[in-house]
């Protein structure tokens, strides 16, 4: 069974300042991906990387994906508010089947 | 284009009682699963299914059974319902072939009381 392990599991800061989830397994990936999730609603995706060392930027967003793809990490520069929710990994190891982690989540006060 | 649906939102089962959770796309999407999300534990695959006829198991599927009869349709069905299978259950769906990205549904909250 191939596990991720998400950190941290909550996390709670003031608007402005920056943060780095990490997700780490001791398995090997074909992509991970990255998700948030609001109240109520299913997941939303909002990254893949598929190469190891793959940095990408999504506005104030950096996912980076580790260079033995056996993990990653999401950092956010300048948190607002609106950053507030539940950030799922998932590894894609098999033919569509995915592996998440725990979920982090962010609260971001104004 | 309305994505992933699922129907219903709520339900409330008592123990033993058995109900079939509805899961469309219109995506015209090949791979369909049926994931649950309890606190702390992220998402658990239950069953999934890689095209219409076909089903697979998951991590978690005791107690579940699915069914794809229509490429664009996934039921997810609990035969006789334990308080353990309190959850909210997703489903979602992706195209076969690259990173697989999944798209998922609003959710359903179970509780069996």
């Known amino acids: 069974t191939q596990l991720l392990e998400q950190s941290p599991q909550f996390l709670s800061i003031q608007e402005g300042e920056n943060l780095t989830v990490y997700c780490n397994s001791s398995?090997?990936?074909?992509?991970l991906q990255w998700y948030r999730q609001e109240p109520g609603e299913g997941p939303v995706l909002l990254v893949t990387?598929?190469?190891?060392?793959e940095v990408k930027k999504l506005k104030r967003l950096t996912f980076q994906f580790g260079d033995a793809r056996k993990d990653s990490s999401l950092h956010i520069t300048a948190a607002q508010p609106g950053d507030t929710g539940l950030y799922l990994c998932?590894?894609?190891?098999?033919?569509?089947?995915?592996?998440f982690g725990q979920g982090t989540i962010l609260t971001v006060h104004p | 284009n309305a994505g992933v649906t699922q129907t219903p939102k709520f339900r409330v089962l008592k123990t033993g009682q058995s109900m079939t959770l509805l899961c469309a796309q219109d995506?015209?999407?090949?791979?369909m699963y049926w994931y649950r999300q309890d606190p702390g534990m992220g998402l658990r695959l239950i069953h999934y299914?890689?095209?219409?006829?076909?089903?697979a198991k998951g991590e978690v599927p005791d107690g579940y059974n699915v069914s794809r009869l229509k490429k664009q349709n996934f039921l997810l069905g609990l035969e006789s319902a334990a308080p353990s299978q309190t959850s909210v259950y997703f489903c979602?769906?992706?195209?076969?072939?690259?990173?697989?990205?999944?798209?998922f549904g609003p959710g359903t909250r179970l509780t069996v009381t």
């Open positions: 998932a590894g894609e190891a098999q033919y569509g089947k995915l592996t």
């Open positions: 990387v598929v190469t190891g060392g």
């Open positions: 299914s890689v095209g219409e006829g076909t089903t």
């Open positions: 398995s090997v990936f074909s992509s």
């Open positions: 995506m015209n999407h090949e791979y």
């Open positions: 979602a769906s992706s195209r076969a072939g690259g990173s697989y990205e999944q798209y």
